[in-house]
């Protein structure tokens, strides 16, 4: 590994600090090295506040070590004016000799200017340093923005015979996760800004959709009620967080309880990535049930899947949704329990 490798791997870790509050904008890192030791570290910790090299620069104790220094950033340093200054304008004003970057920007605003800004100002800017794992790094925020749809995410449980619950029209769902995974399910709900569900899964499960075993911000909850007919004594119209329900019908809005009218003649799942593109909800994690999580499967509506394989068999019930063959998968152990991970 180079020198300059080993910092841009810093600049990724400090970034995914980011990973929960820093959307719409990417997660990005910086660090600032002089005569070989980090004299400085920042990363993008909200949207509308400093970026990681405002935040890397303000922690530098002795800026006169900056004119001797190389700062290191994950992604391409923004050169127009946004909730903030350019973060280009800044390096040239602290007057540090060298930049290195991870990727360049994908945003239309920036893409290649910032970069540009730089050399004209006659600094030495290295580019394409660990780009793959940059480039992944802000993987949503080139989805959404090349894309013009959120990152989408499906997660299940299954049985290790291959089914998500018994069959039932009352009663509770059977509990497949352990009490540690089913905590790394409410660390993904905080990671994402929207989350789905179709009517079964709201009407047998009830699920309340948040985050209350996790730090972290509620996502959006969104649920699939074409004819409207789920009761209103359901955790999802308890008003506790931002909910859409996504039927045919118009209906007035409730309280913190929006309905969004969708043309069920038609596909629904690019109506539904239309929606969450005007509303800036930049990563979707779809929870169920299993006919909704296969459609997202066979359209080929998801970026990434998490399927969780318990222990116990259940012999007969509603069948896991099926992945295709072909698909990049590796996989984890939590709490003793498989995980795939399939990427697209």
Known sequence: MTTDEKYIRRCIQLARNGLCTAAPNPMVGAVIVHDGKIIGEGYHIRCGEGHAEVNAIASVKDESLLKESTIYVSLEPCSHYGKTPPCADLIIKKRIPRVVVGCIDPFSLVSGRGIRKLRDAGIDVTVGVQEKECLQLI???????????????????????????????????????????????????????????????????????TTRNWYGQNPVRLVIDRKL?????????????????????????????????LDFSQDILPQIARFLYEQKLQSLLIEGGSRLLQSCIDSGFWDEIYIEHASVSLNEGVKAPQVPEGHSVDYQIRDHVQISHYKK
């Open 229 to 261: 007919t789920l009761p209103k004594t359901l955790h999802i119209f308890d008003g506790s967080v931002p909910t859409w329900i996504f039927t045919e019908t118009e209906h007035p809005s409730d309280e913190n309880v929006n309905y969004y009218q």
């Open 139 to 209: 993987e949503r925020f080139v989805t959404f923005n090349t894309q013009k749809r959120p990152y989408i995410t499906l997660k299940w449980a299954q049985s290790a015979d291959g089914f998500i619950d018994i069959n039932r029209k009352e009663g509770h769902p059977v509990v497949l996760s352990t009490p540690i995974t089913s905590l790394y399910v409410h660390k993904q709900r905080a990671e994402h800004k929207a989350i789905l569900v179709g009517r079964r899964t709201a009407l047998l499960d009830n699920p309340s959709l």
